[in-house]
């Protein structure tokens, strides 16, 4: 089987390749990239006024299988993620059970090959239920196809268990992944802690206890040797922490979310669940670092954390209700509006924080266009307008603060393995 998409903007950072030419992939690889290209039977995709990029990863999403059907299933989130522009993602471990063991890594690995085409990849948990307690069979777990392991939003508050885990992942050549948060500074909050959290009255969540993580997880890092990954990095104190980690040389990679360089905890004001997440919604001091970080490179990628809830849960009351909201599908468009557009960065910066930039961190053999590797394609129009519409979302929940809002931009098609999976 051959696809040729033609004509379109071809970019590859990973190759520095920025040209108009066509691609051809081969029974599900990429074959070449070059003017012309014709085969005998061949499907043609035109590409013409469009991007061309590698496919697209996202290394943080909750696809809540197993445990959780009602907020997402694997076939749900994994819909969102190609009309999002997606081919590969990577689930966190908190479902029910726990990713905590070979077994449950296997179900969502099989379940993801029965039900979607999309590269689904376990994150498995460094603790047994997440508990922070006791390690979990993280040996195991990578040798049922984990990639990557995380407690995300139970992070590990014993600090010789994170040794522990980051010596064993050194071993297995595989990255931990902390969501950063120093439990005992936010029990009970709901937001940032500044002068909206002041203005309503409620308890917020102090820069200080994502700071605190990271300081401490890089010590361990340089300590253990391991590879080490901050999620959804959100203070101005924690790039700079990483920054300065970088330059010593440190095996150290952070991700932000599209959500935390687009909106601020102004939005709170108005106690609306969708704009409720972890970490909170920052101030402008920490947005400013998030774009410096970005255009700097410190920063790497750029992650959903697409966490989807059903409807009844976000329409509790404001303390009451759970964080998290959706991502994959406006992903690509928040990030061309806040990024691109506004030329802060390039589009080839852009694609890099979507492809090479993830596979830095987690080294799963994707995120470019060379002959030989998996035929993945994102295809996204920099001009198309348009209208986010939740109503019209494959996802089960409807939790995003982005309903309504028009764009300018946004995928048109998804190709995974040498098949257009969606298309506009």
Request: hydrophobic letters at 40%; proline letters at 6%.
């Amino acid at each position: 089987m051959t696809l040729i998409v033609k004509n379109g903007r071809v970019i590859d950072p990973a190759q520095q390749l920025d040209t108009i030419a066509d691609v051809a992939i081969v029974d599900g690889e990429i074959r070449s990239i070059g003017h012309n290209l014709t085969a005998a039977g061949a499907e043609v995709f035109d590409a013409t006024g469009c991007i061309v990029a590698p496919g697209f990863y996202d290394i943080h999403v909750h696809f809540r299988e197993p445990g959780f059907e009602d907020s997402e299933t694997i076939a749900s989130g994994a819909q969102c993620a190609l009309v999002g522009g997606f081919t590969t993602v990577c689930c966190m471990p908190n479902t029910k059970p726990v990713n905590d063991s070979a077994e449950v890594t296997r179900y969502i690995i099989e379940q993801a090959k029965r039900v979607t085409p999309v590269h689904v990849h376990p994150i498995g948990a460094i603790s047994i239920g997440s508990a922070g307690e006791q390690l979990a069979d993280i040996a195991g777990m990578v040798k049922a196809g984990a990639v990557a392991i995380s407690d995300d939003g139970r992070p590990v508050m014993n600090s010789q268990l994170m040794r522990d885990a980051m010596e064993l992942a050194k071993q297995l050549d595989i990255p931990v992944i902390d969501h950063c948060e120093d439990l005992t500074l936010t029990t009970t909050a709901t937001l940032h802690e500044g002068v909206t959290s002041l203005k309503l009255g409620l308890k917020g969540m102090p820069s200080a206890a994502e700071d605190i993580m990271v300081a401490r997880d890089l010590i361990l890092a340089e300590l253990t040797g391991a590879r080490y990954h901050v999620a959804h990095i959100s203070t101005r104190y924690a790039i700079a922490m990483v920054e300065h980690a970088k330059a010593l040389g440190l095996p150290v990679t952070c991700e932000i979310t599209p959500h935390h360089f687009t909106l601020s905890d102004d939005e709170l004001v108005t106690l609306d669940g969708n704009y409720k997440m972890k970490p909170p919604l920052r101030g402008c001091c920490d947005i400013d670092a998030a774009f410096d970080g970005i255009e700097s490179g410190v920063v790497d990628s750029i992650a959903t954390d697409h966490a989807p809830h059903a409807p009844g849960l976000k329409a509790q009351a404001f303390e009451r209700c759970p964080f998290g909201i959706l991502g994959l599908e406006t992903a690509i468009p928040l990030t061309l509006e806040r990024l691109v557009h506004p030329g802060k960065i390039t589009l080839s910066h852009m694609v890099s924080l979507f492809t090479n930039g993830a596979e830095r961190t987690m080294r799963l053999g994707r995120g470019r266009l060379t002959p030989g590797l998996p035929g993945d394609l994102t295809i996204f129009d920099l001009h198309r307008p348009w209208t986010y519409d939740l109503s019209k979302s494959p996802s089960k929940s409807r939790n995003s603060p982005f309903d309504g809002r028009a764009f300018k931009g946004g995928p048109v098609a998804t190709v995974i393995g040498g098949r257009v999976a969606w298309q506009l």
